[in-house]
């Protein structure tokens, strides 16, 4: 069964850093591309970073580029989200996904996500 | 970008009758793969998002056949055959053919 955990959320000050996690388990996390994809308050889906199985091939919404990135250490089945000089529009849940085949993008899988609030 | 529109923004349905949510990208999804990357989302009220229809047609594992999906080139359509209690919550379409990943907007669909 595939599970995604994610972990790491918080109450952080505007300008302040973040580092989130999700664990997985129940498939071959190392060949499966993953990405991040948020949620503001009471609105819709947006997606936010992508990394290939491999580690490479990355991508970033523009509203995050050069403040967050994606990792991920396919030894520990563990995908990573260090978000830094975070804004208020940050605020969102946080949810980890799992690309639908090998090499694809568009997720199946979602964990449950993490809370952020960006607030002073 | 590719923007998603999605039509209507909600929907009532008496339980057992059809629905159907319309899905207009801004410019063609089909890959140079000859696939088209098109997927159908249903967030329940507070939960996660979970996988109805890929690429285009394709139910996920578990998914119902009363779920179905259909399109091609910039137009994509949901259709429920039968809607169930269990139905509720927004639909959202999404493509994966480029990046930004992009969604629609959403149509929350309610019970009568």
């Known amino acids: 069964e595939v599970q995604l955990l994610e972990s790491g959320g918080g109450l952080v000050e505007p300008g302040g850093s973040l580092r989130l996690s999700c664990a997985a388990s129940g498939f071959t996390f190392s060949t499966y591309t993953m990405s991040w994809v948020r949620q503001a308050p009471g609105k819709g889906l947006e997606w936010v970073s992508r990394i290939r199985g491999s580690g490479s091939n990355i991508g970033y919404a523009d509203s995050v580029k050069g403040r967050f990135t994606i990792s991920r250490d396919n030894s520990k089945n563990t995908l990573y989200l260090q978000m830094n000089s975070l804004r208020a529009e940050d605020t969102a849940i946080y949810y980890c996904a799992k690309g639908v085949h090998v090499a694809v993008t568009g997720p199946d899988y979602w964990g449950r996500g993490t809370l952020v609030t960006v607030s002073s | 970008e590719i923007v998603m529109t999605q039509t209507p923004l909600s929907l009532s349905v008496t339980p057992g009758q059809p629905a159907s949510i319309s899905c207009k990208s801004s410019?063609?999804?089909?890959?140079?793969?000859?696939?088209?990357?098109l997927y159908w989302y249903l967030q329940k009220p507070g939960q996660s998002p979970q996988l109805l229809i890929y690429e285009v047609s394709n139910r996920f594992s578990g998914v119902p056949d009363r779920f179905s999906g259909s399109g091609s080139g910039t137009d994509f359509t949901l259709k429920i055959s039968r809607v169930e209690a269990d139905d509720v919550g927004v639909y959202y379409c999404?493509?994966?053919?480029?990046?930004?990943?992009?969604f629609g907007g959403g149509t929350k669909v309610e019970i009568k």
């Open positions: 410019q063609s999804l089909l890959y140079s793969d000859g696939k088209t990357y």
């Open positions: 999404m493509q994966s053919m480029q990046l930004p990943l992009t």
